[in-house]
């Protein structure tokens, strides 16, 4: 399984973008598809996180400004970021979660100017 991350970039405080993550490699359904994200000096932490049914689960700094789904297309996902703010800045992972394996993309750059 090979993840494609794009839509990263600069914006400005109270911004917005929006992160799309396509999964290739697989014709079948991945379970649950979310995204991650690291900061300089610190862990990578769970964004959000969605599952096939449609279940989602979010990290408590984006809730209410953050959402996530599934593209149209099997085994996409989407990150809508609003209200961005500096602390949001950081490299932004979309990770494919199976039974067995677990699948990371390369990583996109999200900086939030104040």
């Known amino acids: 399984v090979q993840l494609v991350e794009s839509g990263g970039g600069l914006v400005q405080a109270g911004g917005s973008l929006r992160l799309s993550c396509a999964a290739s490699?697989?014709?079948?359904?991945?379970?649950?598809m979310g995204w991650y994200r690291q900061a300089p000096g610190k862990q990578r932490e769970l964004v959000a996180a969605i599952t096939s049914g449609g279940s989602t689960n979010y990290a408590d700094s984006v809730k209410g400004r953050f959402t996530i789904s599934r593209g149209n297309f099997k085994n996409t996902v989407l990150l809508q970021m609003n209200s961005l703010k500096s602390e949001d800045t950081a490299v932004y992972y979309c990770k494919a979660e199976r039974v067995r394996n677990n699948y990371w993309g390369q990583g996109t750059q999200v900086t939030v100017s104040s």
């Open positions: 490699g697989t014709i079948f359904p991945i379970p649950t």
